[in-house]
């Protein structure tokens, strides 16, 4: 194998392998190092259950990166040329109260609306107005998602200039509680919006998670929710193939020690066994910012002590999969075909206080999951006949006040509390159904966010957005002024890719922008890489 390279990736979460794509397709000698033995980060899919069942132990749903152009226009040809599939199932996003009623958020606004209008015909029709409006802003949610962002001031500047402009920056300084107990009236209404916009990990209490259900409702509908047919990991794998199309070389079980900076120039890395890989023109690295210490020498103190404080999620998530007989059948029959169902208490106090206590510290004592149930449209997944089921509820980032913890504790985690948690769900998910008992349950698994900041270093604490969605981590804000750009001042040739980069975690694709940086940098014809 060599030691020099043009450019070397540290870390192979999707977002930096998105780069390490776009780099190699421009031309540029590539190695991607990775310390796990399957690339992919949180894009992953693993047989954690029993042989033959392939789960999602990380992002599951896709719809951000579906509007990427490396998606939307096949750019790295993953779809044309390396065996990229997706399931588009004929439901997407439902919220099943525990009273056995339903509502759903689909791709058509007709249907979505049809389903708010058995609550209230008003909120069905405040709905559509305002997803009407949010349509037209739609362009600018998208648009900026995949390229460097903005300075936040010039961006705030520039949406103050118009009335819908105007609008965004309001809902920027309320929360997402607040805009949508204005907008609508019957309390199931405002949970179903509520419980989506808390997917992004900060309480919708917050000051500035307004901003999130305009981005929200414009992307869900113009846009399908899909899933990875074969696994998430499908997605990792067909980047990898596309790097090594392009002459890339991807090193799994390769733990990386440091940065090497000379000068203030980064010229390579430095391996756990010692080895050094010299970089000719970049390091792209998944560090996050409170690591950024600690594997690069030499950086500007203020920088780096204004990094570590970059806020984490509201909460994180305990993830748990099961390996079934039979798919799950709900008692409310409409909702067995959809992608992804979120089951909520019938009440507004049942949902708050959940979300309060994984915020403070604490197990949820309400039940609060989302699920998804891929083998009803995706068989390969799953031995013939068999299913599987991914359920996950939120939990805090830190648990406190457990009383005695046996086994291993990691921030309040233990793989008993861990364990016991996870059977807690499946009792309480098995009274929305008809079959969900011991019988049905081959195997199961279940990852806290004590597991999931093990595997990997950009979930510190288990934060699977790498760092909170925050209006003052948004944008040129993220994860900090200095650091938004993805260029590391002090180290020249040294960018970052990751969830704590714009445009933010889930599954986005994201690392398109920092190669778009990379290449404008030295001075290459990006549009010979990407459509701009």
Request: include cysteine; hydrophobic fraction near 40%; glycine fraction near 10%.
């Amino acid at each position: 194998m060599s030691t020099t390279y043009d450019a070397l990736i540290v870390g192979a979460g999707h977002n930096s392998l998105t780069t390490a794509a776009y780099l190699a397709k421009s031309g540029m000698k590539v190695c991607v190092l990775e310390k796990n033995d399957i690339i992919g980060g949180g894009a992953v899919s693993r047989e954690v259950t029993a042989p033959g069942f392939l789960h999602d132990t990380h992002a599951t749903g896709m719809i951000l990166i579906m509007a990427n152009p490396m998606i939307k226009n096949d750019e790295l040809e993953l779809q044309s040329k390396f065996g990229l599939e997706f399931d588009s199932p004929e439901g997407t996003y439902v919220s099943l109260y525990d009273d056995e009623t339903w509502m759903g958020t689909f791709v058509s606004l007709d249907k979505t609306c049809e389903t708010i209008a058995k609550f209230s015909q008003k909120d069905a029709e405040t709905y559509r107005a305002f997803v009407n409006r949010t349509i037209q802003m739609g362009p600018l949610f998208t648009a900026g998602l995949f390229k460097p962002p903005l300075p936040f001031g010039p961006f705030m500047a520039m949406l103050d200039q118009s009335p819908m402009g105007q609008e965004v920056v309001g809902s920027m300084l309320k929360s997402a509680t607040q805009m949508i107990t204005e907008m609508f009236e019957h309390e199931k209404v405002r949970m179903h919006f509520i419980k989506w916009v808390a997917e992004g990990m900060v309480h919708p209490d917050e000051r500035g998670t307004g901003i999130y259900l305009y981005a929200l409702t414009a992307i869900a509908h113009t846009q399908e929710e899909t899933s990875v047919r074969g696994g998430t990991q499908a997605l990792s794998d067909a980047l990898g193939r596309c790097i090594e199309h392009h002459g890339g070389e991807i090193r799994t079980d390769t733990w990386v020690k440091r940065v090497i900076t000379s000068g203030g120039k980064t010229t390579g890395v430095e391996l756990a066994d010692g080895a050094v890989l010299e970089a000719r023109k970049c390091v792209v690295a998944n560090i996050h910012p409170h690591l950024l210490g600690d594997y690069v020498d030499g950086l500007d103190e203020d920088m780096v002590a204004e990094a570590r404080r970059c806020e984490l999620s509201s909460f994180g998530a305990i993830n748990t999969h099961w390996a079934l007989h039979e798919a799950p059948s709900y008692k409310c029959p409409e909702v067995n075909k959809s992608l992804l169902v979120e089951c909520v208490p019938s009440n507004m106090a049942g949902l708050k206080a959940g979300l309060d206590d994984c915020r403070g510290g604490k197990l949820a004592s309400n039940f609060n999951a989302v699920i998804a149930h891929h083998t009803n449209h995706d068989p390969s997944r799953a031995p013939v006949g068999k299913h599987t089921l991914y359920l996950y509820c939120f939990a805090p980032l830190e648990l406190r006040n457990t009383g005695p913890l046996g086994g291993r504790n990691v921030n309040g985690w233990s793989s008993e509390i861990r364990d016991e948690y996870k059977e807690w769900m499946m009792q309480e998910y098995s009274k929305y159904c008809t079959n969900m008992n011991s019988d049905n349950i081959i195997a199961s698994a279940a990852e806290s966010p004590a597991d999931m900041a093990e595997w990997s270093p950009s979930f510190q604490k288990g934060d699977i957005f790498g760092i909170g969605n925050w209006i003052h981590q948004y944008l040129g804000r993220r994860p900090t002024p200095r650091l938004a750009q993805y260029a590391v001042p002090g180290a020249d040739g040294l960018y970052l890719a990751g969830p704590f980069m714009h445009p933010g975690g889930a599954i986005t694709g994201g690392g398109r922008a920092t190669a778009m940086k990379i290449l404008d940098d030295a001075g290459a014809d990006i549009s010979k890489t990407m459509m701009i």
